[in-house]
């Protein structure tokens, strides 16, 4: 008679039900602090990022109250967009809705052949100021880029009141920026809408008459 020997029990067969359960809680545990530790990068990674946006945004605001006191609100614009956003060829054109025609404010670092053809309204600087929108080259594909734009970045509407008051063409990046970022998007919002109210409060003050 085959038996058992020495009343054991037969060599379990691979685990017990105990050991794969506790195998499992731990696998489990483990995955939980991961996805606690990966949460908490993930808050401080906004944080810091909301961090630097604000200190970026205070600065913008900063530069601008103090150009309303100094009368160089043009110049402040440019000072931000090349401090701030990383391009020292920029333009400042109002925008008259009565007749949809640009003229220049202020300029740098832009020769005098593109400014003329960004003062006919041709290309992305008309689009902008008929649509009311910001325009980034690299999300433009339904139209091509003309000669004056191919090193165009960006064209800022200004807005004030919900009216396009201006537009800035941003043209070629510093070398160490290899596109806009995250931050410099919400940096140009704020100059859509802030940097229309200093550039109106400009205008009242270089010609009252004239608003």
Known sequence: MIGTGNGSH?????????????????????????????????????????????????????????????????????????????????????????????????????????????????????????????QFRDRVTDIPLRHHEQNLTACVVLKSSGEVVGVIPILGLLPQKNGLEWADFELLKFLETYGAVAVQFQRLRDNPVAQ
């Open 10 to 134: 037969p060599p379990a067969k691979g685990k017990s039900r105990a050991a794969s359960r506790n195998e499992s809680s731990a696998v489990v545990a483990q995955a939980q602090e991961l996805r606690r530790h990966t949460h908490q990068l993930s808050l401080r990674d906004q944080i810091e990022r909301n961090h630097f946006l604000l200190k970026r945004l205070n600065a913008a605001s900063v530069r601008l109250i103090q150009a309303l006191e100094d009368g160089d609100v043009y110049p402040a614009i440019g000072e931000i967009i090349a401090n701030l956003v990383g391009s020292e060829e920029v333009a400042i054109f109002h925008y008259d809705t009565s007749d949809q025609s640009f003229s220049l404010a202020w300029s740098w670092g832009i020769d005098e052949e593109t400014l003329q053809q960004f003062a006919t309204g041709a290309g992305l600087i008309g689009r902008a100021a008929r649509q009311g929108a910001t």
